[in-house]
């Protein structure tokens, strides 16, 4: 059964019980007011200790918070900076992500002006995490969606009408694996997911932060909207694949014409045009085959 004990006490604990250990600092979501926990979030650690040695011989220091059930690295937990970042779940669910760093690097960020962002500290026996600012004068500009430049807005329109070719010549193909790939990962990530993050900036007068990957985007788009992102998804059958990539020229098209119209750019309509008309052609030729 996975855990729902706070970890962040045990954390702590563990920092005051080792001498070596100096700072104890939680940050990212759990550390930040603006985000959303739930039972599955990580614990994103960073430890701040007089020495890294101890941590580097193997896992018997991780005994403190469980059994351990996987980790990233498997082999390894030493970075090529030197800091120590095994991303550790146990066995009953919990994970912790910890960066393990030595004391005089957050002297010198403290020093630099660079430490303090989301940060809640758990343990400070030096006495210096009070030189870090508040919470409170950090916000969440640093993470919102910039607006594109026109250069950016040309680039990205016409960069999707020319990836979008190959989610059709490698359906006509019968590649399937190449075929999914640009369809969910190329179109949907690098080009939808932006014209929409766009949009989104549009209407929030560029104060909007859809997360990671788009995770909050569903929660900040209008329903109707993100009807019609659902609509480009796919199954398995090469039917409905062809139906998925027709959908997500149409959405990125309306969505990205609507931003143009906003900024004062001029949307490449006839490259959408021509290239659908292509799209349409390469599809009659794979059904004419598939005829005999």
């Not at 090529?80 to 960066?99: A, L, Y």
């Not at 758990?122 to 210096?128: C, Q, S, T, Y």
């Amino acid at each position: 059964m996975i855990s729902d004990r706070d970890m962040a006490e045990e954390l702590a604990k563990w920092g005051r019980d080792d001498d070596n250990i100096r700072v104890v600092n939680l940050y990212s979501s759990r550390a930040n007011p603006h985000a959303k926990v739930d039972l599955l979030s990580d614990y994103d650690v960073e430890v701040f200790a007089n020495d890294l040695e101890p941590f580097k011989g193997g896992e018997a220091w991780l005994d403190y918070f469980g059994k351990v059930m996987a980790r990233e690295p498997y082999d390894s937990s030493v970075w090529d900076d030197g800091h120590v970042g095994p991303m550790v779940m146990f066995s009953d669910g919990r994970r912790i992500d910890f960066n393990i760093r030595l004391l005089v690097e957050l002297r010198e960020e403290i020093k630099s002006g660079e430490a303090g962002s989301w940060n809640i500290v758990l343990v400070d026996k030096e006495g210096i995490t009070e030189e870090i600012e508040s919470l409170e004068s950090h916000d969440e500009s640093e993470f919102y969606t910039r607006r594109p430049t026109e250069a950016e807005y040309n680039k990205l329109a016409h960069h999707f009408w020319w990836n979008i070719t190959y989610v059709a010549k490698y359906l006509y193909r019968d590649e399937f694996m190449f075929a999914k790939r640009m369809l969910d990962v190329s179109l949907h990530h690098s080009y939808l997911l932006t014209v929409l993050s766009w949009h989104l900036g549009v209407e929030t007068s560029w104060t909007n932060n859809p997360g990671p990957h788009g995770r909050w985007i569903k929660m900040q788009l209008e329903p109707s909207t993100w009807r019609q992102v659902e609509s480009t998804f796919a199954g398995p059958s090469a039917e409905d694949n062809w139906r998925a990539m027709f959908r997500t020229g149409e959405v990125f098209g309306r969505i990205a014409s609507q931003v143009g119209d906003a900024l004062g750019y001029v949307y490449p309509t006839r490259v959408e045009e021509q290239v659908t008309e292509y799209l349409k052609e390469v599809q009659l030729l794979a059904q004419r085959r598939e005829r005999g």
